[in-house]
């Protein structure tokens, strides 16, 4: 089966941290879940981990996530279970895959 995902579809959802938002591509949560996030200018996802593997690849802006940078093109593997935070150095988009559904807010 094919599921065609055209730009002109693209319903971006706001998340609780201020200036990110999401649009979901895939929620197959037996197979984990695709999306594409949004942030603003130094907008930032706290400190928080998953409980598969996460990959991120970056399609535009520039993200810190933890200690490193990563720009547009960037390919990032996050293994199950990392503590990681994710702040835009400026206006980004990435693509998210992940292993299953979950996320876990580190206080």
């Not at 603003?40 to 810190?64: C, F, K, M, S, T």
């Not at 199950?80 to 580190?106: C, W």
Request: proline share 5%; net charge negative; glycine share 6%.
């Amino acid at each position: 089966m094919i599921l065609p995902f055209m730009k002109e579809n693209i319903k971006w959802s706001k998340t609780p941290f201020s200036g990110v938002e999401f649009c979901w591509l895939s929620e197959k949560t037996e197979n984990g879940r695709t999306a594409i996030l949004k942030f603003d200018d130094h907008a930032e996802l706290p400190l928080h981990n998953h409980p598969g593997w996460e990959q991120i690849y970056v399609l535009e802006g520039r993200l810190q996530i933890n200690l490193e940078i990563y720009a547009e093109n960037d390919f990032v593997l996050i293994e199950g279970k990392t503590d990681h935070s994710i702040l835009a150095l400026e206006p980004s988009k990435y693509i998210t895959i992940s292993q299953m559904e979950g996320v876990k807010i580190i206080e």
